[in-house]
């Protein structure tokens, strides 16, 4: 699951935004195939964290009811255009990817 | 009513109440951050899943908790949600829907420089309130806004 992240990282009076978009199914579980009737098992981002300079500045926790191919944003004080960010994200089979990205 | 599935909820409801003093009193926060909260996110009502994401279910209504939502959604699988704060010191961020099978949608926790404002997409079954529950200084505060979703799609 390589480059399953994009990430908008801006930095603006210290303040940076970050946005991103995971590329994921997220099954519900309770969603049924419409040919064979089957339920289709669940496969859904459990968490997604987000560090900067080794400290965590968002974990967020996710249920199934979170869009496919979830969308993320969120801001932060305290950085600088330079700075890295390392975003991750683990689902319910144990499926991860994480990537990095710079602040502009 | 049957009466298995009554016990298996209290018995569900008791051990989320036992995790949230674990992790209140023994664990670092780190740690306690760190697992799916599973008690919080398989909870089938709403009191439930907040006292097991956040500890207690005694949330007040606040205006200094934004919550931005459609008041009609084209496409229930799709809903753009917002929540703002300008408390101070928040701490987490739930949004919950409260006809979902399972309401909690979604928990963040915050850093300590993060800004209380966070964004995603969430899906709907049907009309239904989305609550947004703001923990700042150890007290609960929410927001709620009534969501319509169109079926047809055609954005009656």
């Not at chain 1, 669940?42 to 080794?54: D, L, M, P, R």
């Not at chain 1, 965590?56 to 191919?69: C, D, F, H, K």
């Amino acid at each position: 699951m390589a480059n399953s992240i994009k990430v908008r990282a801006k930095v603006k009076d210290g303040v940076a935004s970050i946005k991103c978009l995971i590329s994921h199914p997220m099954e519900t579980g309770v969603r049924k195939d419409k040919k064979t009737g089957e339920k289709i098992p669940a496969h859904f981002i459990q968490e997604v964290n987000c560090e900067s300079g080794g400290k965590s500045v968002l974990n967020a926790q996710w249920n199934g009811s979170i869009s496919r191919n979830p969308f993320l944003s969120f801001a932060f004080k305290g950085a600088k255009a330079g700075d890295t960010i390392k975003i991750s994200w683990v689902d319910n089979k144990g499926e991860s990817d994480s990537t990095e990205a710079t602040l502009k | 009513m049957n009466q298995n599935r009554r016990f298996l909820l209290k018995g569900t409801l008791a051990a989320s109440a036992a995790g949230v003093a674990i992790s209140a009193g023994l664990l670092t926060p780190k740690a306690a951050m760190a697992a799916w909260a599973k008690d919080a996110f398989t909870a089938t009502d709403v009191n439930g899943a907040v006292t097991a994401a956040m500890g207690s279910a005694d949330y007040t209504e606040s205006g200094e908790v934004k919550l931005k939502a459609p008041d009609i959604a084209e496409n229930g699988a799709v809903v753009p949600v917002t929540v703002t704060s300008s408390l101070a010191g928040v701490e987490s961020i739930g949004i919950l829907v409260s006809t979902n099978a399972q309401p909690l949608t979604a928990t963040f926790n915050l850093g300590a420089n993060t800004e209380a404002d966070v964004s995603t997409r969430i899906k709907m079954g049907k009309t239904a309130d989305v609550i947004a529950v703001v923990k700042a200084g150890g007290k609960l505060y929410s927001a709620r806004k009534q969501v319509k979703v169109t079926i047809g799609g055609c954005g009656g």
